[in-house]
């Protein structure tokens, strides 16, 4: 775990302590779904993407298992359960995982644009069966970890992080079921098993579920490309049945 990540953990456990974990009731999509908009929802997430300007505020509601990305440079006054107040800064790029929320929030400076990717298996008992070295042989990490690098992982994700540079290429790999979201323009090329190859634009807070998972190799055609993966545990065990 990098120190930043580890530096933005302790800063949430500081900011989210007191929460009541995982309540449903008063969840930030039904609380403030003007903020919160829900853009996917299957059997494993729930995705929303929150935007809101400076001045903007939101009442209380509360936050399941998370992974934030962050695509746009907020600061936030948070406002716990219990009355304790903190300061909360969000950059772009910036990837948390939040285990369960509850406060309230005034948006100081900036603007709020997130990503929130609720993970359904951290709200149940137990979890998911973790991938045998079998299932994860190929996959990209390990064929090419130069470009796709873990930023974290535990019992319900692999979250990890794509940079590319106009000309850059990687070859055949595979993705379990993952959700991808884009943090800057790119054009690649992939080609696929068969030898068949398409053309994909990614574009600024872009975002989408391979819910297959996912084989291919790619070449960089223009732009600088940013892209944050996060690996669904529960997927890929349900798909590998």
């Known amino acids: 775990m990098s120190n930043f990540l580890h530096l933005s953990l302790i800063v949430l456990a500081f900011v989210f302590s007191g929460a009541a974990f995982a309540q449903k009731a008063g969840d930030a999509v039904s609380v403030d779904p003007d903020v919160h908009h829900v853009i996917l929802d299957n059997e494993f997430i729930r995705v929303f ?28 006054r948070t406002k716990m359960p219990d009355g304790s107040t903190g300061i909360f800064d969000l950059n772009p790029g910036q990837v948390l995982w939040i285990e369960g929320a509850r406060h309230s929030w005034k948006l100081l400076a900036g603007e709020l644009r997130a990503i929130g990717v609720e993970i359904k298996s951290a709200q149940k008992a137990g979890k998911p069966p973790a991938p045998t070295p079998e299932q994860q042989r190929g996959d990209a990490i390990s064929v090419h970890p130069a470009v796709h690098h873990v930023l974290f992982e535990n019992p319900h994700v692999r979250v990890f992080e794509s940079r590319v540079s106009p000309g850059n290429s990687s070859p055949m ?69």
């Open 173 to 241: 790999h595979k993705h379990p079921p993952t959700l991808l979201v884009s943090l800057d323009w790119m054009r690649m090329e992939m080609t696929l098993p068969d030898g068949k190859s398409v053309i994909h634009d990614f574009s600024p807070g872009q975002v989408l579920w391979v819910g297959a998972g996912a084989t291919h190799s790619w070449r960089a055609l223009a732009g600088s490309g940013r892209v944050i993966g996060i690996e669904v545990k529960a997927a890929h065990a349900a798909m590998t049945k």
């Open 49 to 76: 993407d929150a935007r809101a300007s400076k001045g903007a505020t939101s009442p209380m509601h509360s936050h399941p298992s998370t992974v934030l990305v962050s695509i746009g440079d907020a600061r936030l």
